[in-house]
């Protein structure tokens, strides 16, 4: 089967981030690559979504419970597989962290690095040949992602503390006096 499928059923035009929310809460937290969700083509029909999953084992999951029953609150919802894939070629990533702290701050010492912002649950992505780091973190109503380019990185630095689990990797940046991200995990 293919990572794309078409999923009919919602009583009314529904948000795609309601829809994402709905089916990450099966699938997992990144796996829906793109949607759509769309009006009914008849008046009395129900509102459907196509959606594009990151691999495809997600989408057989979710066209599994369809054929067991599968409920957005009250509407029952069905699946098909869908033969076009809403995004062509994904970005493919080489590397991932996830469930990382990152902290933006400065370098004051050798030692010493001051937190001017804090945010935990972080994923961290690297893209093919390492030229990009994306980090993908949401606050309450929005998701981001930051993407940091090879050409702005000025230094990197892996730091692993005796006598602790975790370690630092510390990325300074060109041009910026002194800031960077610190990446916990």
């Known amino acids: 089967m293919g990572k794309t499928i078409h999923l009919s059923g919602f009583p009314y035009l529904v948000p795609g981030e309601t829809v994402k929310e709905f089916l990450e809460k099966h699938t997992g937290r990144g796996t829906v690559e793109a949607l759509e969700v769309r009006e009914p ?15 495809a084992r997600y989408a057989d999951y979710i066209l599994y419970l369809a054929s067991r029953k599968f409920y957005y609150g009250t509407s029952y919802l069905k699946a098909y597989p869908n033969d076009v894939d809403l995004v062509q ?29 804090k945010m935990e649950d972080i994923t961290v992505k690297f893209s093919t040949g390492l030229r990009k780091m994306y980090f993908f973190f949401s606050c309450p109503i929005v998701d981001y992602k930051l993407e940091l380019s090879y050409e702005n990185i000025w230094q990197l630095e892996l730091h692993r503390p005796r006598g602790q689990t975790s370690k630092f990797l510390l990325i300074q940046f060109h041009r910026l006096n002194n800031l960077c991200l610190l990446v916990v995990y």
């Open 89 to 117: 070629n994904p970005k493919a990533y080489v590397y991932d962290m996830e469930s990382v702290t990152l902290h933006f701050g400065c370098q004051i010492s050798k030692e010493k690095f001051t937190v001017l912002w």
């Open 41 to 55: 083509k008849k008046t009395g029909s129900r509102a459907y979504a196509i959606v594009q999953f990151t691999t």
